[in-house]
Each structure stands twice: as C-alpha cells, then as structure tokens.
C-alpha cells in the first residue's frame, strides 16, 4: 500500500538555525511530491512540489527540499528558520489518476528565540 | 485574488443534527475535494467531485454526502453528526484531476455538542 512516512513528530529549532524535516514515502515508482504547511487553525499552504527533472526544487518561504530516488526520500530544508515558520509540516504524495493525495501524519515545528 | 472559500469558519452543532458545510471556489477548477483532519491527524480524503461525477472513498462513513449543484460551489452534508465527527474540514480544488496540485481552502471547524 502507498504510505507516506514522517518519523518527527516534533521539531524544535533555535531561530536562525539551520533545519531539515525529513520525509520518505513508499511507492513502486516515482510520485509526485509536495510540501504544506499549515498554521494553527488554518488552511493548508503549497510550499513546494517535485514532478519532474532537477530533483532540487525551490519553494516559497525560504524553503527548499531534495527529492532522492535511492532514498525514497523528499526532505525539506531552510538554512536560517524565522519565528514565522512555527507551524505543522506535511509531505504529500499522488500516483492516481484523480489526484487522491495521501499525506504524512505531519511534523510540528517550534522555534525558539 | 483567485481562492477557495469554505464558510463558515467554526460550526458548532449539536449530537444528532444535520449539518452543511460550504465550500466555493473562484479558480474555476474541475475537480473539488472534501478532505477530513482530526486534531493531530494528517487530512483524510472523503470524497471528491470531477465535474459533476462522485468519487466516494471506500472507507468514508454514509453518514457523510456531499453535493456540488454547479462549478463553483461544493457541500459537505453530515446526516447526523457523532462526537467522533468533531474536526476540521478542508476543501481543495485542482484544475483537472492530473493536474495534481491542489489549492486549500481555511478549513471548516466543527464541533459536535
């Protein structure tokens, strides 16, 4: 069965510090992958996603994340975390025809100041 | 600016009564997805339109219809709410079902008493 795997439940950073939240998912071929963000009491936020090509991808916030094949990994990273970013992350992924995106059980990001 | 708006904000209803939630979206997208997130939880798709064609998931309660009269809005009716129903609701476009990227909406709080 397809399964996304986020083994931090919680994260916590000084601000200014460098971090990485990791993500491996389970699949028989390439996925398409994402990367949201959620704020207390919000909606869900795209910050990124890989298709396809540069498995480097650039997303909104300051935000990056590498997708690694041998690794069935696509992990998020930020060299210099803001207060701001204190929020819940989830790594998505879809194969299907119809878009059914299974996500991660999310990781909860604290900053400390 | 171009969205998904789901209305209202925070429901509170009580054991046993019906209940609509409103989602409209101004994106003019195919596809309209309902997705169910309890507290800790990653969001859980329940159900999702293409059109005006119904995909149900296999494990989503009866308890929970959905109906869409036209493009722009989507509703998610629960027949007779449970304490277990008490969680957020989000609603989601994508413009075609494999465009593969979604766009949420703030999400529907709800509280069953």
């Known amino acids: 069965a397809q399964s996304v795997t986020q083994p931090d439940i919680h994260i916590t950073v000084s601000e200014g510090a460098s971090l990485e939240l990791r993500c491996n998912y389970s699949?028989?071929?390439?996925?398409?992958l994402f990367w949201y963000v959620q704020s207390p009491g919000q909606g869900l936020q795209l910050l990124l996603k890989?298709?396809?090509?540069?498995?480097l991808v650039q997303g909104i916030k300051g935000f990056e994340a590498e997708f690694k094949r041998s690794q069935s990994s696509f992990n998020l990273r930020k060299p210099s975390v803001h207060w701001s970013d204190a929020a819940e992350y989830f790594c998505?992924?879809?194969?299907?025809?119809?878009?059914?995106?299974?996500f991660g059980a999310g990781t909860i990001l604290r900053v400390k100041s | 600016d171009a969205m998904v708006i789901q209305n209202p904000r925070y429901q509170v209803t009580q054991f046993g009564k019906p209940v609509t939630l409103s989602c409209s979206q101004t994106?003019?997208?195919?596809?309209m997805y309902w997705y169910q997130q309890k507290s800790s939880q990653a969001p859980k798709l329940l159900f999702h339109?293409?059109?005006?064609?119904?995909?149900n998931e296999a494990d989503t309660p009866d308890n929970f219809q959905s109906r869409r009269p036209n493009t722009s809005f989507c509703f998610l009716d629960i027949r007779s709410p449970g304490l277990g129903d008490a969680a957020m609701y989000l609603c989601?476009?994508?413009?075609?079902?494999?465009?593969?990227?979604?766009?949420f909406g703030p999400g529907t709080r709800l509280t069953v008493t």
């Open positions: 989601a476009t994508s413009r075609d079902p494999d465009s593969y990227e979604q766009y």
């Open positions: 699949y028989g071929a390439t996925p398409y």
């Open positions: 890989y298709f396809s090509g540069d498995t």
């Open positions: 998505a992924v879809t194969m299907e025809y119809g878009n059914k995106l299974v």
């Open positions: 994106l003019n997208h195919n596809v």
């Open positions: 339109y293409y059109d005006k064609d119904f995909n």
